[in-house]
């Protein structure tokens, strides 16, 4: 068994909890509100921009342009073609998919944000590849299993989201996974250790950031607009 099936193996619950999750089978279903929506793709869109600031640390610690590469490529990834799966869901909510960035992180976007940039600060190219992950593997088993499952066709209101992240198991998860069990076989048993303690961390928190869609999850405190966790524009800006 490989490094990375081993984290597969003990996260197994997890990626089960999330396959069940009620946000999950809303877009299996179809039947995801629009705030349900909105609020994801708010915050994924910022939890987006701080994964691809992750990558840019992740260059900085490289030795070699093949993994360089590899990094250089997601950021591209994100900024050109998972905007499709955004559009998607603002495509069904009726609004533009401009009118939904520069929010506030809720409190589990918040978290997985902190979680994600404390490692990359702080660890090595191991340990940022293991703490990456989860978010690439979940998303493409999820797509996977719903393209199996729902077989859907151009009158599903999520087909194009379920149809791009279908695709991805194979490609960009399968390569990581393959840099995490190539950088595992010559880590200290300690830094083994860490990586699976990030990559156990983030698919609970991946698993948060659903419930947090799904729940509409806000700061138990709302403060006025221009405080800490408001930014100027947001009560004219609001997408109820």
């Known amino acids: 068994m490989s490094f990375t099936e081993e984290l597969r193996r003990q996260a197994d619950g997890i990626f089960q909890a999330i396959f069940e999750h009620p946000f999950v089978r809303g877009i299996a279903e179809g039947t995801l509100t629009?705030?349900?929506?909105?609020?994801?793709?708010?915050?994924?869109?910022?939890?987006?921009?701080?994964?691809?600031?992750?990558?840019?640390?992740?260059?900085?610690?490289?030795t070699n342009r093949e993994d360089m590469a590899v990094f250089n490529e997601q950021i591209s990834f994100i900024l050109h073609s998972e905007v499709?799966?955004?559009?998607?869901?603002?495509?069904?909510?009726?609004?533009?998919?401009?009118?939904?960035?520069?929010?506030?992180?809720?409190?589990?976007?918040?978290?997985?944000?902190?979680?994600?940039?404390?490692?990359?600060?702080?660890?090595?190219?191991?340990?940022?590849?293991?703490?990456?992950?989860?978010?690439?593997?979940?998303?493409a088993e999820i797509g996977r299993r719903l393209l199996d499952e729902v077989k859907p066709d151009e009158s599903h209101p999520f087909y194009e989201w379920i149809g791009f992240y279908g695709d991805q198991l194979d490609g960009t998860t399968l390569k990581f996974r393959e840099r995490v069990d190539a950088w595992t076989e010559e880590a200290t048993a300690a830094e083994r250790e860490r990586m699976i303690e990030h990559f156990i961390l983030s698919c609970q928190l991946e698993y948060k950031f659903w419930d947090m869609a799904y729940k509409q999850e806000e700061w138990p405190v709302q403060m006025q607009t221009g405080s800490w966790n408001s930014q100027p524009g947001d009560s004219l800006r609001e997408v109820r």
Not at 37 to 51: G, P
Not at 102 to 127: C, D, F, K, N, Q
Request: with cysteine; hydrophobic share 40%; proline share 5%.
């Open 34 to 62: 629009r705030e349900q929506l909105i609020h994801y793709v708010k915050q994924d869109f910022e939890y987006l921009n701080a994964y691809m600031r992750i990558y840019g640390i992740a260059i900085s610690k490289c």
């Open 84 to 139: 499709h799966p955004h559009q998607n869901f603002c495509a069904v909510a009726g609004v533009t998919y401009e009118e939904l960035q520069g929010y506030p992180l809720a409190p589990s976007a918040h978290h997985y944000i902190r979680h994600m940039l404390t490692v990359a600060h702080e660890g090595s190219l191991g340990e940022i590849l293991a703490v990456l992950l989860p978010c690439m593997w979940t998303y």
